[in-house]
C-alpha cells in the first residue's frame, strides 16, 4: 500500500471540507444537504459507493466532531464565565447542539469519509474508468426499495 503525501492528503481533506469532490475537487456533489449525487458532477466519481454501510464511519465521525465541539465549547464557556455560570444555557443548548450539530456536519463528515478512503485506495484509471461507465442509474437508495 503506498500512501499518498502530505500536499495530495492535504488536498483530498481540503476538497472535502468545502464540499467538493476529493477526488477531482469539482463537483456538484450533493443531491441535497442529506444525501450525495450518486456520482461527481465533474470526474464521475461514485459518490454511492453501493455498501450500505459504507457511510457508519462518517456517522462516527460526525459525532465525534459535533460532541468535541460541544464539550469544548462548554469547557470554554465555563472558564470564561465563571463563577456566573448560565446553567440553563448548558442544561438545554447542550442536547439542543448535539441534536442540530449533526445535520450541520452531515455532507461534510461523508466527504471527508470518502476522502479518507481515497486516501487510503487512491483510484487508479482502471477503476476510474469503471466508475464513470458503471450503470449510472445504480444506488443503495433504489437497491433499498426493490
Ligand atoms: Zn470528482
Known sequence: MELPSLMQTLRLFGRAAILRCP???GGPVLKHWLKLRVRCGSCGLRLERGEH???VG????NYVIT???VLVTMAVLLVAMWPEVPWDLF???GPVAMLVLP????????LIWLAFDLMLRPMNDEEMEWHRTADSEWSTERTLSQ
Request: with cysteine; net charge neutral; proline share 4%.
Open 23 to 25: 477526488n477531482c475537487g
Open 53 to 55: 454501510d459504507y457511510f
Open 58 to 61: 462518517s456517522l462516527m465521525l
Open 67 to 69: 460532541g468535541t465541539l
Open 91 to 93: 442544561q438545554y443548548g
Open 103 to 110: 445535520f450541520a456536519f452531515f455532507p461534510f463528515t461523508k
